[in-house]
């Protein structure tokens, strides 16, 4: 069964720094991925997701994210954080298998310092 | 503005009294999705309607339970609230499914808490 793991739960980056979130999937074919944002209390917003071709994707807020098959790795991007960018962040798979709907990793919580 | 819509954004019940959750879209979409969240977890899919045919996810608790009159509204019926219901309840829509790899845009969630 496919899964995603995210192994950073929290990461705190200063205002203006780069940043990377890392995710990590299993799935036998070729994967469609999504990152998305959750602020506080908040629904889901989708950032970018990739579904075939350019393996470098661009998304909103100036994020994008690169897959790597190789290392089954879909790792999310942003080379100057702002403080609106504090939320948790999740990266999710579409589950294949002619099953629809998507498995979500534990999501990690970005934290920026002034 | 074409959205999803979550109403109400906050819910409270009492242990074993039935509540429903709504959603409805402006997308026009064929999929409607019901996603329980809970606390610092990730989001885990309950069931989800292609048009009119229900899919139950296989370890959706009985006391789950969904409705989709139209293709604009979708419900969430929990028939006996216990404690560890109490969640973020997220509605999804997508035009024709994650299988095409189709995008899922979500509602603004409805928090559930039970007393």
């Known amino acids: 069964a496919q899964s995603v793991t995210q192994p950073d739960i929290h990461i705190t980056v200063s205002e203006g720094a780069s940043l990377e979130l890392r995710c990590n999937y299993s799935?036998?074919?070729?994967?469609?991925l999504f990152w998305y944002v959750q602020s506080p209390g908040q629904g889901l917003q989708l950032l970018l997701k990739?579904?075939?071709?350019?393996?470098l994707v661009q998304g909103i807020k100036g994020f994008e994210a690169e897959f790597k098959r190789s290392q089954s790795s879909f790792n999310l991007r942003k080379p100057s954080v702002h403080w609106s960018d504090a939320a948790e962040y999740f990266c999710a798979v579409a589950r294949g298998g002619g099953a629809d709907g998507l498995t979500f990793g534990k999501g990690t919580h970005l934290i920026i310092q002034p | 503005d074409a959205m999803v819509i979550q109403n109400p954004r906050y819910q409270v019940t009492q242990f074993g009294k039935p509540v429903t959750l709504s959603c409805s879209q402006t997308l026009n979409h064929n999929v409607m999705y019901w996603y329980q969240q809970k606390s610092s977890q990730a989001p885990k899919l309950l069931f989800h309607y292609y048009d009119k045919d229900f899919n139950n996810e296989a370890d959706t608790p009985d006391n789950f339970q969904s409705r989709r009159p139209n293709t604009s509204f979708c419900f969430l019926d929990i028939r006996s609230p216990g404690l560890g219901d109490a969640a973020m309840y997220l509605c999804a829509t997508s035009r024709a499914g994650t299988t095409r790899g189709e995008t899922q845009y979500f509602g603004p969630g409805t928090r559930l808490l039970v007393l």
């Open positions: 799935y036998g074919a070729t994967p469609y």
């Open positions: 990739y579904f075939s071709g350019d393996t």
